[in-house]
């Protein structure tokens, strides 16, 4: 139940900026919508295209049909593959087939997945540093024969490995992780294999680093803050994983309607972010269920605009 209007006590909302959708979400949303325009619904998206159940239940209701796997696709449907990337083996089963597909898999993962190639071509053993089971994961272990590659999850990992080559080693990281967290990760393998190749640049990608940055430089200023992403989105867990560290209760949340209004309380400064699966949209129906209870008094963070866009598959630019 909502308060009575006088009753509303003050809020001030700190959103961080940026948030929200990244380039590699907008794309692989935009494949999704250019595929249904070209061939028509049904068109079949293995697994989410992003992690974010308003994005993908939006999809669905343009004629988007959500499998796990390409047994469920009939023959003569379209399939995607999502922004996470996937195994060599999907889409040589796809042309198996004889499947129409579009990949949306993000370029920043892609960069990933060269770099792995690379990496194996030179004969080197690659340490991964990931989380076990997610969908990124997969996809990239998929890339090289299982054998030359090993997952590290921790700095508690890195002192267990033993590689058969100690000095013909590299690493690579998946694109949505903590950054400080990585960091740490980084300075370990490094301190024990001296000699290990890092990347050619940095793997975590843009998107995750400055939404991370915007959670960190809001922080001081909040007493709660609301991260708004799904609970299986890597790099939402870990903003609210950022702010934790930093001193101030966080609470990851799908929507407005998730909102623990008894957790949250009545404090003075609410600090409000969003993954980069979760449309501005919902951020705004957070506010607006904000105001429902508070005297709100909304300001948005400084930021640099992020200017990064990425091109899309040609079979689908006419």
């Known amino acids: 139940m909502a308060f009575p209007m006088l009753n509303r006590p003050p809020l001030r909302i700190l959103i961080a900026a940026p948030r929200g959708f990244c ?19 049904p068109v079949y998206v293995r697994h989410e295209i992003v992690h974010n159940r308003f994005v993908v239940d939006r999809l669905r209701e343009l004629g988007a049909v959500f499998v796990d796997e390409l047994d ?8 995607v593959f999502s922004a996470h990337g996937v195994p060599k083996s999907v889409p040589a089963e796809a042309q198996g087939r004889g499947l129409a597909y579009v990949d949306a898999t ?8 060269r770099q792995a190639e690379r990496l194996i071509a030179e004969g080197r053993h690659i340490l991964f540093i990931g989380h076990a089971g997610h969908p990124e994961v997969i996809g990239t272990f998929g890339q090289v024969p ?9 700095v508690e990992d890195v ?4 590689p058969a080559d100690m000095t013909n080693l590299a690493f690579l990281t ?10 740490a990760i980084v300075d370990a393998l490094k301190a024990r294999f001296p000699e290990i190749r890092a990347p050619r640049s940095e793997d975590i990608c843009y998107a995750t680093s400055n939404r991370q940055a915007a959670v960190k430089a809001i922080a001081p200023e909040c007493d709660k803050m609301l991260v708004i992403g799904a609970p299986n989105s890597s790099n939402s867990q870990r903003l609210a994983e950022v702010a934790e560290r930093l001193g101030v209760p966080s609470r990851l949340i799908e929507r407005a309607a998730d909102i623990d209004w008894e957790w949250l309380g009545h404090p003075s400064t609410l600090g409000l972010t969003a993954g980069a699966s979760a449309p501005e949209l919902l951020v705004r129906e957070v506010v607006e269920a904000l105001n429902a209870r508070f005297e ?13 866009t990425f091109k899309l598959p040609r079979e689908l630019v006419v």
């Not at 299982?146 to 921790?154: C, D, G, M, R």
């Open 174 to 183: 998946q694109t949505t992780l903590s950054v400080d967290d990585t960091a």
């Open 72 to 79: 469920e696709v009939p023959d003569d449907r379209p399939v």
């Open 296 to 308: 709100v008094t909304e300001e948005q963070a400084d930021h640099s605009p992020e200017r990064m």
């Open 23 to 41: 380039a590699g979400v907008d794309r692989a949303i935009q494949i999704v919508e250019l595929a249904l325009e070209r061939f028509g619904a």
């Open 159 to 162: 002192a267990t490995i033993q």
């Open 106 to 113: 993000c370029p920043l993962v892609s960069k990933v997945h």
């Open 146 to 154: 299982p054998a030359s590659i090993t997952l590290i999850e921790t």
